[in-house]
């Protein structure tokens, strides 16, 4: 895919949600860091509901850990994997008392030291909670890059790198969000819609579904 090509993908999905964000709820970076653990291989959706009964009452590293790991089960035991998680946000609260205050950190290494964060957790937190311009692959993001030819790789380690290069400096602060939302709406995996799609034209795809 050519150079004015990738361009002109970002313009139209620019031109169709110009503020992109996330789908999980959330009204702190530490809250958002909670409900990224929570998502991985689950809804954004079932984290809603969860989180939704849950920040109320439990929103700081210090409440969590008041709650304890049974107390934090309780809350989040529709979601999936969710022993778990409860154990790593737990052990990520005392962490982030014990180093950082209380605070969620800012940069890619401390972020990726806490119990539950990986390379893709970190980077949503960076790009959503703290602005840089990351991108998070995940599997909307993978199937994506490959299907489309925007950035084809045979690993997300791969796929990011090059994102990371062929995305136009301008648009990688929300290039995350389009692609995931574009994924879990209309390039969906197992019949895109194809007729739906603003940028279908630009697509290289070889077996589209109208």
């Keep these: 895919m050519n150079p004015a090509k990738r361009r002109e993908i970002f313009l139209r999905l620019q031109a169709a ?3 992109p964000t996330t789908e999980l709820t959330h009204a702190s970076s530490f809250e958002l860091l909670v409900a990224v653990i929570l998502s991985a291989q689950a809804t954004d959706k079932s984290v809603n509901i969860a989180t939704r009964e849950l920040f109320p009452i439990a929103n700081t590293p210090q409440k969590i850990l008041d709650l304890g790991e049974m107390g934090l089960r ?3 035991q529709r979601i999936g994997l969710y022993q778990t998680k409860s154990k790593h946000i737990i052990q ?6 014990e180093q950082h205050g209380g605070q969620v950190p800012q940069t890619r290494e401390a972020l990726e030291a806490l119990p539950g964060v990986g390379r893709k957790t970190a980077n949503v937190i960076l790009n959503t909670a703290f602005g840089h311009p990351t991108i998070a692959v995940d599997t909307h993001i993978f ?5 489309i030819g925007l950035a084809p790789g045979k690993d997300v380690a791969e796929v990011e790198k090059k994102l990371m290069k062929f995305v136009p ?11 995931i939302l574009h994924g879990r709406y209309v390039c969906v995996a197992r019949k895109p819609k194809c007729r739906e799609c603003i940028i279908e034209s630009l697509c290289e795809y070889k077996e589209k579904v109208f």
Excluded at 169 to 179: G, I, M, P, R, S
């Design 17 to 19: 949600n110009p503020h």
């Design 74 to 76: 309780e809350y989040v």
């Design 92 to 97: 990520m609260c005392r962490l982030l008392l």
């Design 143 to 147: 199937r994506i890059s490959n299907r």
């Design 169 to 179: 400096n301008e648009f990688k602060q929300d290039a995350h969000h389009w692609l």
